[in-house]
């Protein structure tokens, strides 16, 4: 195989494990809408993860947002936003790698929407 074809695979390797450095901008994500309050659907959030989880909760602006291992976008595992009026609260949902446990996160989200 020549240099220049070896050079070009190589490349194409790399690109495709790169990923996105901010979780929100990846593809492992999920949105809907709840009726619990923000620290109510935080919580049972958090009890579905894993105890070793390190997780952190944060106001920022007129979100209540739940990270998971760092509070920096680029560095955290996950991200749960919850946001909205009284009785009507839309959440965002991101994980980073969610195939390593089968998006447990994610999972997560949509379960603790429910009422």
């Not at 997780?55 to 509070?71: G, I, M």
């Not at 909205?84 to 999972?107: E, H, N, V």
Request: include cysteine; aromatic fraction near 6%.
């Amino acid at each position: 195989m020549s240099r220049l074809m070896m050079a070009v695979a190589a490349s194409l390797l790399l690109v495709g494990c790169a990923h996105d450095p901010d979780i929100r901008a990846g593809r492992d994500n999920t949105f809907g809408m709840t009726a619990k309050s923000p620290p109510e659907y935080l919580n049972c959030v958090k009890a579905e993860l894993p105890d070793t989880a390190t997780t952190y909760v944060v106001q920022n602006q007129d979100a209540l947002e739940l990270f998971v291992a760092s509070t920096d976008p680029n560095k955290a595992e996950g991200l749960v936003k919850v946001q909205g009026s009284a009785g009507r609260q839309q959440f965002s949902a991101y994980q980073r790698d969610a195939w390593y446990d089968k998006g447990r996160l994610l999972d997560a989200a949509l379960m603790c929407s429910r009422v």
